[in-house]
């Protein structure tokens, strides 16, 4: 008992240490809301608002992380992660476990996309940042990932 003088075994403080450094973490890394979230959106403020008008309307599943927010699918596994504007990444499509028809809809959705030059696509990700999207393709986009 440290309350009555006694003192830590080596494994004891080590353990100690680790839960106190686990729970530091944790605080640090205290997830986002969506008022944070379009806080950051200087100039897309109205644009992500709808997008979470949609989310909300739709009842599709999404998760604040730390700085966006992830779409989920009806398995609840993360298909799509959002970012506000003043951040690198934007809005990334997770290609993981895609079957090829729901690549097609991307695709089809993405063709239209105002700048195609500026969709990056990886083996894993497809990238592009919300400017080159119209508010209706990334509700599409948003209802492919969570279908």
Wanted: glycine fraction near 6%; proline fraction near 3%; hydrophobic fraction near 35%.
């Amino acid at each position: 008992d440290i309350g009555a003088g006694e003192r830590l075994t080596p494994t004891e403080l080590r353990t100690l240490t680790q839960s106190i450094e686990n729970s530091g973490r944790a605080i640090a890394r205290e997830q986002t809301t969506p008022q944070d979230f379009l806080a950051k959106c200087d100039g897309q403020r109205d644009y992500f608002s709808e997008l979470f008008r949609f989310l909300d309307d739709s009842e599709i599943e999404y998760g604040m992380g730390t700085v966006g927010f992830s779409i989920k699918n009806a398995k609840k596994q993360s298909k799509m992660w959002i970012y506000p504007p003043t951040t690198q990444r934007n809005v990334e499509i997770l290609m993981r476990g895609l079957h090829d028809k729901k690549r097609e809809q991307i695709a089809g959705i993405l063709r239209d996309a105002e700048e195609l030059d500026q969709v990056r696509i990886g083996k894993t990700r497809i990238t592009v940042k919300p400017e080159h999207l119209r508010i209706e393709q990334l509700k599409e986009l948003v209802k492919v990932a969570a279908s």
